[in-house]
């Protein structure tokens, strides 16, 4: 792992008091997690219309013991384990009023604007893909999106039911198919429709005498006719739903070789903090700190790994969290 390296031996330190520090304590990004997504009703928390899909970013909401909050971030990119759903939730209602099918290219999203368009790409076998992200999830923890049967199929990881995979935001197609749903720039919302146009009345003429005295113009040439027009020409407008932006065009790209799996408990920009929560985790493993450098700032991350599978990353995850560190997350580098 480039500019990365494990610091330091294990050591124990009394944990009392060690929670409030350590929520004060964290430096990185917060990944909200939850529990798994529930079969019945809708994806969407707040609940979704049906029929015809909208453009929504929407408010933090808050599932269990754990905060998610949708924001507008065309900087986005990560990396993590990914998912995918079908069966279950074929014909439902996405959260943003769409129908969700499991044989077309969709994923879901816990923070993203609905609909975005993100590029997801399997970092096991190069294999890329567009994803029309219009869901929120996965709910479940240590995943960080969820995408459809169909999707899964192409980045070939149906089989397994999960990946390594890289997931960023297209900037540009993102921004053109917020455009189409009439949302403007710095705005998370579709904007209110134009006014109405000022009523138009009919012009009438009629031809007068010319005042006493003066003298009148020739009469214009057949040149320099003027065709009247009675009605005011009406343009038709008719507004389509926005088009997905992706197809099912999967992309060969080079990945970096043997990406490790971790659970990481915490992120610090003091050793000491991360010193202390690598004490407290000692009755769950081992765990390592290391030292990266972001934007000139140095951080220390808690990991337990390299983990061999997803399945003891899941496990691994699960007991950090049962020791209060809700914050735990799988990460991939």
């Not at 999967?250 to 920009?269: C, E, H, R």
């Not at 991360?274 to 769950?284: Q, V």
Request: charged residues 20%.
């Amino acid at each position: 792992m480039d500019g990365v390296a494990p610091i330091g031996r294990n050591c124990r330190i009394a944990a009392a008091g060690l929670m409030l520090f350590l929520a004060a304590g964290c430096a990185e990004t917060q990944f909200v997690i939850s529990g798994a997504k529930r079969l019945s009703g809708s994806a969407d928390v707040a609940g979704a219309e049906t029929t015809a899909g909208r453009y929504k970013v929407g408010s933090a909401y808050k599932i269990g013991d754990s905060w998610y909050y949708p924001k507008l971030d065309y900087n986005y990119s990560e990396t993590g384990i990914a998912s995918w759903y079908g069966p279950n939730f074929d014909g439902r209602d996405t959260a943003n009023g769409e129908t969700f099918d499991m044989n077309r290219i969709s994923g879901a999203h816990r923070t993203l604007p609905l609909p975005s368009i993100v590029r997801v790409t399997n970092l096991d076998n190069g294999r890329s893909l567009k994803i029309r992200i219009n869901d929120r999830g996965p709910f479940a923890r240590g995943r960080i999106i969820d995408l459809s049967r169909r999707a899964a199929q192409l980045l070939g990881f149906e089989r397994q039911g999960t990946a390594k995979v890289e997931v960023t935001i297209l900037e540009q197609e993102s921004r053109q198919l917020a455009a189409a749903y009439g949302v403007q720039e710095n705005t998370s919302e579709p904007t209110a429709p134009p006014p109405a146009a000022a009523p138009r009345v009919a012009v009438t003429s009629a031809q007068l005498a010319a005042p006493p005295g003066t003298r009148t113009a020739p009469p214009p040439t057949s040149n320099h006719a003027v065709v009247a027009q009675t009605t005011a020409p009406v343009r038709e407008v008719r507004v389509e739903s926005p088009a997905p932006a992706v197809d099912n065009a999967v992309t060969i790209l080079p990945v970096a070789g043997d990406q490790q799996i971790y659970v990481q408990a915490g992120s610090f920009t003091r050793y000491d903090y991360a010193n202390r929560l690598r004490a407290s985790l000692s009755p769950i493993g081992q765990a390592q700190i290391y030292q990266v450098k972001l934007v000139e700032q140095p951080f220390f991350r808690v990991r337990f790994g390299p983990l061999s599978t997803v399945e003891e990353a899941d496990r691994m995850l699960a007991s950090v969290v049962q020791a209060g560190h809700l914050d735990a997350q799988i990460v991939v580098d």
